[in-house]
C-alpha cells in the first residue's frame, strides 16, 4: 500500500490476538472437521416472534421510513424509563437522561470521543471487552489497565491504580456480569467505584450487557441503583443477548445528564439514529411480558449445568457462572491458553483463550454457550477424548 498509509489511530490498534486461532481453524475446517463453535458469544436462539411481529407491522409504515431523531424515539425513551424503575427502581428523565443507540457497542465507541482529549487516560479493565481500549485510543487516549485477577473476584482494585493515573482519569469501564469472567458485582463494589469517581473526576461507563442474565433467579444490579452513580456515571444496556437481537442492533444508555448530550452530540455528528421500526421492536421487547427472557435463562441453565459437570469431569477447574452466557475455565497445568485452544481446535472444538481478552487472561479460556445441548455434549465428548 505505497500511496495509502493508515492513520495513526489504527496503528496504534492493539496486535489481533486470535489470528493464528482463525488460521488454525480454516485450516481444520478444509480438512473437512466438522466444527463446534463455543467461541462466539452470539445467542442461535431466535428472537421471540411478538417482537419481530411488532417490527413488520412498523416496518409498513411509512412514517418510520424517513430519519428518526438523533437521540432516540420519545416513546422508547420513555419505556427505557418506565423499565429502568420497574426493574432497578431507579428513575430517570427520560428526554434528558436516556438515548438510543445502534446496539450498545456503538454508543461504548463514541463516548470516548466526547471526553477524552490527547493524552487522557481511561481505566480499563483487562481481560475485557476489547472495545474500551480501542475507542480510547480512537479518541488519542491512553488506556490504564485494570487487572480483573481472580483472587479479587474478577474485580478491579482501585486501590492499586497509581494516584497520578487516577488523577489523569476521565473515564473509566467496567462491566458487570461480566464478559469474558462470567463475574458478578454487587453493591458494596459499586459504592466503591462511586467514591472513587466522585474523589478524581472520572466518569463511569458501566456496560450492562448481561444484567437480564442472571441464573437461578439471582438479579444482577444497575450500577445506577449505588447511591450518587448518575452524578458520575453512564451505563449501557443492549438488547442483544436478553432477546436475542445482535443482528437487529439496538441498545441504549442511560445516565448522567451531560453524559448522555456529549454522547448524543458525537453521534448527531456521526449517525442519524435507530431506524425507527426497530425502536418500535425494541419498545415491544421492554415492555411486553418478560418470559421470554426467563425461558432462554432456561435454556441457557440447562446448557451451563451439562457443561459444568461435563468439563468438572474431564478434569477442568471452574466456578459455575452466576450469570452471562459464558464460562471462564482455568487452563489445566503445562498448557498455555494458546496451546490449550489450539489441542482443542484439533478436535474441532473452538474456544477462546483467555490472553486475546488481554495478558490477565492468559491460564484461562472463554465458552460461550451458544450451542445446542446435544453440541455441547459433542464437545464434551471430543474434550474428554483428548485426556488432557
Ligand atoms: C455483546 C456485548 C456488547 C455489545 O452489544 P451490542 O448491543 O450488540 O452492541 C457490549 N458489551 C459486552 C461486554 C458484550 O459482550
Known amino acids: 500500500m505505497g500511496f495509502l498509509e493508515q492513520a495513526e489511530r489504527l496503528r496504534r490498534l492493539p496486535p489481533y490476538l486470535f489470528k493464528e486461532i482463525d488460521r488454525q481453524k480454516a485450516e481444520v475446517r478444509d480438512r473437512g472437521v466438522d466444527i463446534i463453535d463455543l467461541g462466539v458469544g452470539d445467542p442461535d436462539l431466535p428472537t421471540p416472534t411478538h417482537i419481530i411481529e411488532a417490527m413488520k407491522v412498523a416496518a409498513e409504515d411509512a412514517a418510520n421510513h424517513q430519519y428518526p431523531s438523533y437521540s432516540g424515539m420519545n416513546d422508547f425513551k420513555y419505556a427505557v424509563a418506565e423499565w429502568y424503575e420497574e426493574r432497578f427502581g431507579v428513575e430517570v428523565e427520560p428526554e434528558k437522561e436516556v438515548v438510543s443507540l445502534i446496539g450498545s457497542k456503538e454508543g461504548i465507541a463514541h463516548l470516548p470521543l466526547a471526553f477524552i482529549n490527547p493524552g487522557d487516560v481511561s481505566l480499563v479493565p483487562t481481560p475485557a471487552y476489547p472495545v474500551y481500549h480501542t475507542a480510547t485510543l480512537f479518541a488519542g487516549g491512553e488506556s490504564y489497565f485494570m487487572p480483573l485477577l481472580e483472587e479479587n473476584g474478577f474485580l478491579p482494585d482501585l486501590d492499586a491504580i497509581p494516584e497520578e493515573k487516577a488523577r489523569k482519569a476521565k473515564l473509566m469501564f467496567i462491566n458487570y456480569p461480566n464478559n469474558p469472567t462470567a463475574a458478578v458485582a454487587d453493591q458494596v463494589f459499586f459504592n466503591t467505584v462511586v467514591a472513587f469517581a466522585k474523589k478524581n473526576g472520572v466518569l463511569v461507563c458501566h456496560d450492562a450487557a448481561y444484567t437480564e442474565m442472571g441464573f437461578n433467579g439471582y438479579r444482577p444490579p444497575s450500577f445506577m441503583e449505588a447511591e450518587g452513580a448518575k452524578d458520575v456515571g453512564i451505563e449501557f444496556h443492549s438488547l442483544s443477548k436478553t432477546y436475542n437481537m445482535t443482528g437487529w442492533r439496538i441498545g441504549f444508555a442511560v445516565g448522567n445528564e451531560d453524559a448522555i448530550a456529549g454522547l448524543g452530540t458525537i453521534k448527531s455528528n456521526i449517525d442519524s439514529g435507530v431506524f425507527q421500526a426497530i425502536q418500535i421492536a425494541g419498545i415491544k421487547a421492554i415492555r ?26 474431564a478434569g477442568f477447574a471452574l466456578d459455575e457462572p452466576k450469570a452471562t452466557f459464558y464460562m471462564w475455565v482455568r487452563v489445566p497445568e503445562g498448557f498455555t491458553s494458546a496451546q490449550l485452544a489450539s489441542r482443542l481446535l484439533e478436535k474441532g472444538v473452538v474456544v477462546t483463550p483467555g490472553n486475546g481478552f488481554g495478558e490477565p487472561g492468559e491460564g484461562y479460556f472463554r465458552i460461550a454457550l451458544c450451542q445446542k445441548r446435544d453440541r455441547l455434549a459433542e464437545a464434551i465428548d471430543r474434550i474428554k477424548a483428548l485426556a488432557l
Do not use: F, K
Open 288 to 313: 411486553a411480558d418478560q418470559a421470554c427472557v426467563g425461558e432462554n435463562m432456561e435454556i441457557y441453565t440447562r446448557r451451563r449445568n451439562l457443561m459444568v459437570e461435563g468439563l468438572r469431569n
